[in-house]
Nanobody, 126 residues
């Protein structure tokens, strides 16, 4: 069992930056692929980015490529999502997820992940 807690959300102007954090409860954090997803009211949860257990491989959804960076610090059992050049369309609740069944971070299905945080709100004003 892995418990995840997101933090770092907030309200920023377009063009600004936020850094989201996802803290995991177990030292076995390094054995899980970590994914970040986002969701707005009336929309399905969509994939944002993912990183392998040792941090050597990342994968990004097209809308965030070049603007967002996913990373992890296994010594701190934490994953980070650095979001730069934010746009109003980035407004959403952002969730981190941990999966042990995935073979690649390019698997973008939310159903492939085993554990989820409660989310943190990101709002970008124009």
């Amino acid at each position: 069992q892995v418990q995840l807690v997101e933090s770092g959300g907030g309200l920023v102007q377009a063009g600004g930056s936020l850094r989201l954090s996802c803290l995991a409860s177990r030292r076995t954090f390094k054995n899980y692929i970590i994914g970040w997803f986002r969701q707005t009211p009336g929309k399905e949860r969509e994939f944002v980015a993912a990183v392998t257990g040792n941090g050597d491989t990342t994968y990004y959804a097209d809308p965030v490529k070049g603007r967002f960076t996913i990373s992890r610090d296994n010594a701190k059992s934490t994953s980070y999502l650095q979001m730069n050049s934010l746009k109003p369309e980035d407004t959403a609740v952002y969730y981190c997820a941990a999966g042990f069944r995935l073979s690649s971070p390019s698997d973008t299905a939310s159903s492939s992940y085993d554990y989820w945080g409660q989310g943190t709100q990101v709002a970008v004003s124009s």
